[in-house]
């Protein structure tokens, strides 16, 4: 079955570390994007990437970086520099980023990150 | 700025019950809008997608309707099931700071009773 791969599903951070989330999605899209989920708050983008070797910041890049080395995977990693770094992260994909496809989003099941 | 909001934030209805969740949103100039499910500690599934040139979209017991020009779209749920329970998520596609991206509300949480 064709779909969006997150892990894992549960990460612990101490104060000062470096994690990195893994999304991999097989369903041949182009775009793939990485969100962070608080409660009471909407999704809130962090980074996205249209195609390989390219990506763009998001409404809250800071303390995050990422890659796009393959079409089908774009790890998130979560720097010391992010100070508030507990939340649910969610990775999502689409055909493409241009409007006039109209196509809509693939999510992974998530990713809890908690600092200990 | 593109702001999307759904209320109420939380409902609970008996099972059997047809009910009806909203969305707003402020800028009329979308290129699509996409109602999600979530449960809890879990990923979103999509329901439903529309265009912005669609009036509706059917899916099963879902029905989903979105007015651009009034900014609003709302998604029915037909004989409300135990099962239903979850957040409801919309987006909305649109253009921001020359990039195209989905800004999503905050979601409705449902809650069926047996």
């Known amino acids: 079955d064709g779909g969006i791969t997150q892990s894992p599903k549960y990460l612990f951070r101490k104060e000062g570390q470096n994690v990195t989330l893994s999304c991999e999605q097989n369903?041949?899209?182009?775009?793939m994007y990485w969100y962070r989920q608080d409660p009471g708050q909407g999704l809130r983008l962090i980074y996205y990437?249209?195609?390989?070797?390219?990506?763009q910041k998001g409404d809250i890049a800071e303390g995050y970086s990422v890659s796009r080395e393959k079409k089908e995977s774009f790890p998130l990693t979560v720097t010391s520099a992010q100070k508030n770094p507990t939340a649910f992260y969610l990775c999502?994909?689409?055909?493409?980023?241009?409007?006039?496809?109209?196509?809509?989003?693939?999510f992974g099941s998530g990713t809890r990150l908690t600092v200990v | 700025k593109q702001e999307v909001t759904q209320i109420p934030a939380a409902l609970s209805v008996p099972e059997g019950e047809n009910l009806v969740l909203n969305c707003s949103f402020t800028?009329?100039?979308?290129?699509?809008l996409q109602w999600f499910r979530q449960d809890p500690g879990k990923g979103l599934t999509s329901l439903l997608l529309?265009?912005?040139?669609?009036r509706e979209q059917t899916s099963g017991r879902l029905n989903a309707s979105l007015d651009k020009s009034s900014g609003r779209s709302t998604l029915y749920i037909a004989a409300s099931q135990p099962g239903d329970s979850a957040t409801y998520l919309c987006a909305v596609k649109g253009k921001t700071s020359g990039t195209y991206k989905y800004i999503f509300g905050t979601g409705t949480r449902l809650k069926v009773l047996a």
């Open positions: 999502a994909s689409s055909m493409r980023l241009d409007p006039s496809a109209n196509y809509g989003y693939t």
């Open positions: 800028d009329s100039a979308i290129y699509n």
């Open positions: 990437s249209q195609i390989v070797n390219d990506f």
């Open positions: 369903l041949n899209h182009d775009a």
């Open positions: 529309i265009q912005s040139s669609q």
